[in-house]
């Protein structure tokens, strides 16, 4: 069965081509071109992954993120967006966003995007299943994240950053495996994200905390280790 696909972008050339090119590579799209009639459309049918643009008529896509996410929707989210800073994707992440692709964009690289989050989304981790490292526990199913008893409240892509790091715990990830895993792109020597995220995550699980997990190896990457160490 063809993967359903939500394409909502109003820019009508740029959607057209990128429903025909979507289409013609086995997909079901089905395109709307403002925010509210995505909002209704995406509550009311089930999709493998949305493709949103983030400048929107009546709902803005980082709305619509955050609108979907609330709704327990967990669908993958593609942000589609001119705006390509670090902060713009920062702010996409945290609304809810699962990857952000910025215009103008290769054809090929979208279809690649979208096997990629589809094929995560497939293949998660068994649920019920519950990550561990110390006195760090991360429920994959209820995305609950406990630091010794205290829940700790993380946005979308620092939970998927956690995740990475505690299935692949006590070993060193460098920022393009990190960058790859996360946000399913080649590191890019010019950008600081991964390191942005990592201090984001730092702060929350680690800060209150006299004893650290997550260590930085110096000019190589991060680790989050299963014993309580102090932080160097």
């Known amino acids: 069965m063809a993967n359903k696909i939500l394409l909502v972008e109003d820019e009508q050339e740029l959607a057209k081509s990128v429903k025909l090119g979507l289409e013609e590579n086995g997909y079901k799209v089905v395109?709307?071109?403002d925010g509210l009639t995505a909002k209704k459309t995406g509550i009311n049918e089930k999709f493998d992954i949305m493709l949103i643009d983030v400048l929107l008529p009546g709902i803005n896509g980082l709305e619509l993120f955050k609108l979907f996410r609330a709704s327990g929707i967990n669908t993958p989210i593609l942000a589609l967006t001119a705006l390509g800073t670090t902060e713009d994707k920062i702010n996409g992440f945290d609304s809810?966003?699962?990857?952000?692709?910025?215009?103008?964009?290769?054809?090929?690289?979208?279809i690649v995007r979208i096997r990629s989050l589809i094929n995560r989304s497939q293949n998660k981790v068994a649920l019920n299943s519950v990550l561990k490292a110390a006195d760090l526990e991360f429920n994959l199913e209820s995305k609950e994240v406990r630091r010794a008893g205290s829940m700790i409240e993380l946005t979308a892509k620092e939970n998927l950053l956690l995740e990475t790091f505690l299935l692949h715990k006590n070993k060193m990830l460098s920022r393009p495996f990190l960058a790859e895993k996360v946000w399913d792109i080649n590191f890019d020597t010019g950008t600081n994200i991964v390191d942005v995220y990592v201090n984001f995550l730092r702060?929350?699980?680690?800060?209150?905390h006299d004893l650290k997990l997550i260590q930085t190896v110096k000019g190589m990457g991060y680790i989050l280790?299963?014993?309580?160490?102090n932080e160097s």
């Open 31 to 33: 395109w709307v071109a």
């Open 96 to 110: 809810g966003a699962d990857d952000y692709l910025v215009k103008p964009f290769d054809f090929s690289e979208l």
């Open 203 to 208: 702060k929350k699980i680690d800060k209150e």
């Open 225 to 229: 280790k299963d014993s309580l160490v």
